[in-house]
Nanobody, 122 residues
Framework: QVALVESGGGLVQAGGSLRLSCAASGRASSTYTMGWFRQAPGQEREFVAAVTWSGRNTYYADSVKGRFTSSRDIAKGTAYLQMNSLKPEDTAVYYC???????????????WGQGTQVTVSS
């Protein structure tokens, strides 16, 4: 398994930006796909974005495409989620996760961060 530690959440006004970071450590952490999920109160956890181990391939939910960017720095062992043009409906707890393959389903991810709160005010 991969150990994941997230940072970067907070409170921001609509239209603003935040960058989440996810520091990964452990065996094979550099070969894993890094994914981002979010869960709002009373809702199921949903896929947001993912980046493959090489950083060459990225995947996004339709709701964030064009506003969010997923990337990683292999040398630093860190994945990032740059969130721009934030909307109140983006408010949720955001989780990073690691999967041995590119995936959008949470069932394919076997390591999870602790989650970080993102709140977007209108």
């Amino acid at each position: 398994q991969v150990a994941l530690v997230e940072s970067g959440g907070g409170l921001v006004q609509a239209g603003g930006s935040l960058r989440l970071s996810c520091a990964a450590s452990g065996r094979a952490s550099s070969t894993y796909t890094m994914g981002w999920f979010r869960q709002a109160p009373g809702q199921e956890r949903e896929f947001v974005a993912a980046v493959t181990w090489s950083g060459r391939n990225t995947y996004y939910a339709d709701s964030v495409k064009g506003r969010f960017t997923s990337s990683r720095d292999i040398a630093k062992g860190t994945a990032y989620l740059q969130m721009n043009s934030l909307k109140p409906e983006d408010t949720a707890v955001y989780y990073c996760a690691a999967s041995p393959k590119p995936a959008r389903s949470s069932h394919d991810y076997d390591s999870w961060g602790q989650g970080t709160q993102v709140t977007v005010s209108s």
